[in-house]
């Protein structure tokens, strides 16, 4: 079956430090990758996507680039902020779009000014 | 964009009441629609896969007895958690995709924060 690992938080980082958050996928077919933010007390929000192999997804200064290879879908961001402070989750859906999101345990990211 | 409205946010009730949430998407139509369960530190486990007018799909291990799914229209979707006990509590998320072309992400509502004693 398909599973996603992230690396465990927290990950407490000083402001405008580099930022890289693991995540490695196991999954049949060609799965389309995610990564989802939830900042404290809200939802889930979609902060960037891959489709297909090399693959490069951005948003508000993060990237995140499909691995193939490597089953990898590392996210990172060269200057981080206070305001970044959340919980990151990688996730997949299997290719074909129909299944719903296998999702990693989340990654607790605190920022200090 | 794309909103997923959640209702109710929170709700606090007796052991043995059957509990509704509702999943509405705002301003898309969506055929699927998808429930979650998280557990405190834990990730989102996929419950079950709701289809418009037909019966929804329960992922392994998941009662459909005890979680009703009923998706009646394109852009409502409801869960119905069934004589609840104090093991039902948890934070419950639902989401949905639009309908047009395979490709796009789901969309999130804030989750039910769900209560039992």
């Known amino acids: 079956g398909n599973s996603v690992t992230q690396m465990e938080g927290p990950v407490t980082l000083s402001e405008e430090a580099f930022l890289t958050i693991n995540c490695t996928y196991t999954a049949t077919g060609y799965p389309s990758l995610f990564w989802y933010v939830q900042y404290p007390g809200e939802g889930l929000q979609l902060l960037l996507k891959?489709?297909?192999?090399?693959d490069k997804g951005s948003n508000k200064g993060f990237e995140a680039t499909y691995r193939k290879e490597t089953t990898s879908f590392h996210l990172e961001k060269g200057s981080v902020q206070v305001s970044d402070s959340a919980v990151y989750f990688c996730?997949?859906?299997?290719?074909?779009?129909?299944?719903?999101?296998?999702f990693g345990k989340g990654t607790h990211l605190i920022i200090q000014p | 964009g794309a909103v997923v409205s959640q209702h109710p946010s929170r709700v606090i009730c007796k052991s043995g009441t059957s509990v509704k949430i509702e999943c509405r998407s705002l301003?898309?139509?969506?055929?699927?629609m998808f429930w979650y369960r998280q557990f405190p530190k834990q990730s989102l486990m996929l419950m079950a896969t709701s289809n418009e007018g037909s019966k929804a799909t329960y992922e392994q291990g998941v009662e459909k007895d005890k979680f009703l799914i009923n998706h009646a229209s394109l852009t409502l979707s409801t869960l119905t958690v069934t004589s609840a006990h104090p093991e039902d509590s948890s934070f419950y998320i639902c989401s949905a995709r639009k309908t047009v072309t395979s490709g796009q992400p789901q969309h999130f509502g804030d989750g039910t924060r769900l209560s039992i004693l």
């Open positions: 891959a489709t297909k192999a090399d």
């Open positions: 301003d898309f139509q969506a055929t699927t």
């Open positions: 996730a997949l859906r299997s290719g074909g779009g129909a299944d719903g999101l296998t």
